[in-house]
């Protein structure tokens, strides 16, 4: 059984992805992580979410890169919060991924996140956000990360000027 389902339409998408991944291991929050194309395996993606489903998932994080429709599948597929990570592509540098997913219609939402790492962690922790809020637990760890990464500005320096 995982909590959270982390799919990406490609294997090439795994360094922005992992760091989704790495959210939900710092958090303790249990995840399966696939590359599963809703254009080059649709079977198979939907077999994958209704396992996900089946064994207790309760958010799923979808990363596509160009004509990332993947996002917008899962989605349309689940009503567990879909959280979407706009790969950087090639000749668009991602641009195309985030309108891709980001322009839903209205009634099937993708929460889509900024393009890159920053969206993949931050995606990870929209889905500690949501955890937080019936687990006590989670909750002080993600105070606690807070309160980690305001230390770390506070004492961050500026460099001298020559
Ligand atoms: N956008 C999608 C989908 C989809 O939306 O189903 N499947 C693969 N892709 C994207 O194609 C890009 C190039 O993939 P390859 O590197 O495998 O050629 C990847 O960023 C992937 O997310």
């Not at 992805?17 to 696939?34: L, P, T, V, W």
């Not at 962690?121 to 807070?146: E, Q, T, Y």
Request: contains cysteine.
């Amino acid at each position: 059984m995982a909590t959270v389902g982390i799919v990406m339409g490609s294997t090439s998408d795994w360094d922005v992805m992992k760091e989704a991944a790495q959210i939900c291991k710092d958090f303790g929050i249990s995840y399966s992580a696939r590359a599963l194309s809703a254009h080059r395996t649709p079977v198979e993606l939907e077999q994958w979410m209704e396992e996900m489903e089946a064994s207790g998932c309760q958010a799923f994080i979808a990363g596509a890169g160009a004509a990332a429709h993947l996002a917008g599948v899962v989605a349309a597929k689940t009503i567990l919060p879909t959280f979407g990570v706009p790969i950087p592509s090639k000749y668009l540098k991602g641009l195309d991924s985030l309108l891709a997913m980001v322009q839903m219609p209205k009634g099937i939402p993708v929460s889509t996140l900024a393009i890159g790492e920053a969206g993949a962690a931050n995606a990870g922790l929209s889905v500690v956000a949501i955890l937080a809020l019936h687990d006590a637990d989670m909750k002080a760890k993600l105070i606690n990360f807070r309160a980690t990464q305001a230390e770390k500005v506070r004492n961050s320096v500026l460099p001298e000027l020559a």
